[in-house]
C-alpha cells in the first residue's frame, strides 16, 4: 500500500472516531434534557436553583 493511502486511510479513522464523539455527546445531552423535562412534568423537585444546604436531609427528633 502505498504511503498516501495509508495516511489517507488513518486520517478517516480519526475523523470517523471525533464524529463518534460528537454523536454520543450529542445523545447525552438530548437524554438528559429529557430526563429533566419528565421530572419537571411529574412534578419532581428540581434543586438546581437552590442554595447550598437547601434541600438536605433534616434531624425530625431535633
Do not use: C, H, W, Y
Not at 7 to 22: C, D, E, H, K
Not at 43 to 54: D, F, H, I, K, T
Amino acid at each position: 500500500m502505498e504511503m498516501m493511502a495509508m495516511v489517507s486511510s488513518l486520517l478517516a479513522m480519526q475523523a470517523g472516531n471525533t464524529r463518534g464523539q460528537i454523536a454520543a455527546a450529542i445523545v447525552k445531552n438530548n437524554a438528559d434534557a429529557e430526563k429533566f423535562a419528565v421530572q419537571t412534568l411529574l412534578g419532581q423537585p428540581s434543586q438546581a436553583n437552590l442554595g447550598a444546604g437547601v434541600g438536605g436531609s433534616l434531624d425530625r427528633l431535633a
